[in-house]
């Protein structure tokens, strides 16, 4: 068996992006990708890639390090942790104000985990 994991942070937005573009009905189907940088280099703080909206609203913008992705979410932050705890999805709170929460996709297979968390929060 081949042992084929994808963690690079540009690939993993891509992907989470198709997801989101993929999807006509349903929650997913509220979400748009929106303000995408296309030519995002990978930074190890995380450089901005794009931002996930429902309507005008924003809800989490991706940013893409050369190893994982992580998502900060915007609105309800205890829901978004607790619902990305549940998923397995390696989760942190971010001391702003406003206060968000960081969600860290780490490979292939944690995107659709994201995805699932993203549909949960439209």
């Known amino acids: 068996m081949v042992d084929n994991r994808t963690t690079d942070g540009t690939r993993l937005a891509e992907l989470l992006s198709s997801e989101i573009h993929g999807r006509d009905a349903g929650p997913l189907g509220r979400l748009a990708v929106t303000d995408a940088d296309r030519e995002v280099e990978p930074r190890a703080d995380g450089a901005y890639a794009f931002t996930v909206a429902r309507g005008d609203e924003p809800i989490a913008t991706a940013h893409v390090h050369p190893d994982r992705l992580h998502l900060e979410i915007a609105g309800e932050p205890e829901r978004a942790a ?7 999805l390696r989760v942190r709170p971010k001391a702003v104000e406003p206060p968000r929460t960081l969600v860290f ?17 439209a």
């Open 82 to 88: 607790e619902r990305a705890t549940e998923l397995e």
């Open 105 to 121: 996709v780490e490979d292939g297979a944690a995107v659709k985990r994201a995805t699932d968390l993203l549909t949960a929060l």
